[in-house]
């Protein structure tokens, strides 16, 4: 005759009957509620970490494909040597045929869009306020087809105006204190050509619209301007500085590289999004990965709790555990009972957690700007993290990490008092009753 199941109904009617003690074993009930809040503290801090840090890293990432390109190809600079004088000259490289190329470019499988670029660095200035930006020289299509920059959402003017003006940021606007329809100067100090030399070249823009990209960095410094312009005021006539590739799957941009390559031909070289924001992302990954395991400590530490309660028990309820030894329990129910009451604790805990984590997670961006509201800015400042807001990311993987890391360790931490309990001889439990 086969004995009951195991974690039968009655082993949870006991589990569940010790974990309410009475007044007089009030310890027990404290530790309990010790450890329970303990691991949904641990459990919450846990999700919402996650979800922030997977938030900053996707905004971070959208404001990066959003207002640049995914690959760039580019032309390396050039070593002429003059026979005559044993001179050598870097000519800096450029892209002749650049529509032909960029069409080129443009039927490779995967790749949506290439556009060419004229690049330069100016100084811009208006009502006697100056501030150092770099001109992109683009087709109007092409700059409509950048989702971060021609935002109905975020700018301020008319898209459409951009051809008989230029586009700049909301950080140049705003150090310079000019607005939609103003003028601003810029100052290119490889200007007009003249029979004493290069000077610089100055030239008025009226503003056409104003972006707001969602990176500091690319609003403070950023100008564009219509392609056959750039030309015209860097002396780039009939040439372009570099092809802007767009493709389907920007995480795996690095794909593109060698069909790349291979398109454009000798002398070409290729800089992705990656390339120019490894560092960064790979701090992100590092600082993922050492966050989690902090927190991971915080949950084992409330944990470990549980283990503190569940001696306090044992001992408190060894006359019980005798009588139940007596009466038939085998050492594996015992085992069960005192199992379940710390898992009761864990899983509760970890509901808890849970729910808490999700709602401090989805209302983050709204305590954020409490903080800032409360320190004057201070507690989130674009100019150093490069984004505008702090939003988070609920993603089930990192829910699911969370749980899993909880249950686990607190399921872990019960099985020792619970066989110690299991073992406790109910001879010697009895003795002085």
């Not at 009617?13 to 007089?24: E, T, V």
């Not at 683009?138 to 008319?158: C, F, N, Q, S, Y």
């Not at 290069?198 to 392609?227: A, Q």
């Not at 970890?350 to 004057?376: K, R, Y």
């Amino acid at each position: 005759m086969s004995g009951p199941a195991m974690f039968s109904r009655y082993e949870f009617m006991i589990a569940w009957r010790y974990l309410r003690a009475r007044r007089s074993e009030g310890g027990v009930s404290v530790m309990t509620w010790i450890s329970l809040i303990g691991i949904a503290l641990g459990v919450m801090a846990l999700i919402a970490t996650l979800a922030v840090r997977a938030g900053f890293r996707a905004e971070f990432v959208d404001t990066v494909l959003g207002a640049n390109a995914h690959s760039t190809v580019y032309m390396v600079p050039q070593r002429i040597e003059n026979d005559l004088t044993d001179e050598v000259y870097v000519v800096a490289g450029r892209i002749q045929d650049y529509d032909g190329m960029a069409q080129k470019v443009a039927d490779l499988p995967g790749v949506t869009r290439a556009a060419a670029v004229v690049r330069g660095q100016v100084m811009a200035s208006a009502h006697d306020k100056s501030n150092v930006a770099e001109v992109y020289g683009i087709g109007k299509a092409d700059l409509e087809a950048m989702p971060r920059i021609v935002d109905p959402a975020t700018l301020r003017g008319d898209v459409a105006q951009f051809g008989p003006g230029i586009a700049i940021g909301a950080g140049i606007a705003r150090e310079l204190s000019v607005s939609v329809g103003d003028k601003i100067r810029l100052i290119a100090p490889e200007g007009a050509r003249t029979a004493f030399g290069t000077t610089p070249r100055v030239n008025s823009y009226e503003i056409g619209f104003i972006f707001n990209s969602g990176r500091y960095d690319v609003d403070r410094t950023r100008i564009y301007m219509p392609l056959d312009e750039a030309q015209s005021y860097f002396n780039r006539e009939g040439v372009a500085d570099e092809i802007e590739v767009f493709v389907d799957d920007p995480e795996q941009v690095a794909d593109w590289t060698l069909p790349l390559l291979r398109t454009v031909g000798e002398g070409a070289q290729v800089w992705t999004w990656r390339d120019a924001s490894s560092s960064f992302l790979a701090a992100l990954d590092m600082e993922d990965d050492v966050m989690f395991v902090i927190l991971s400590v915080l949950v084992l530490i409330a944990s470990m709790n549980i283990t503190s309660g569940l001696v306090m028990l044992v001992k408190n309820k060894g006359r019980d555990i005798g009588i139940l030894r007596t009466m038939g329990l085998t050492e594996g129910a015992v085992l069960r009972v005192f199992f379940l009451c710390g898992a009761f604790t864990g899983v509760l805990g970890t509901i808890i957690g849970v729910i808490l984590g999700v709602m401090l997670a989805l209302n983050v961006e709204s305590i954020m700007a409490g903080l800032n509201a409360l320190t004057d800015g201070g507690a989130w400042q674009p100019e150093v993290r490069g984004i505008y807001r702090l939003p988070a990311e609920l993603r089930a993987w990192d829910i699911f990490r969370a749980v899993g890391l909880s249950l686990t360790l607190s399921f872990i931490v019960t099985i020792f008092p619970a066989r110690r309990a299991a073992r406790m001889n109910p001879v010697e439990a009895l003795r002085y009753e």
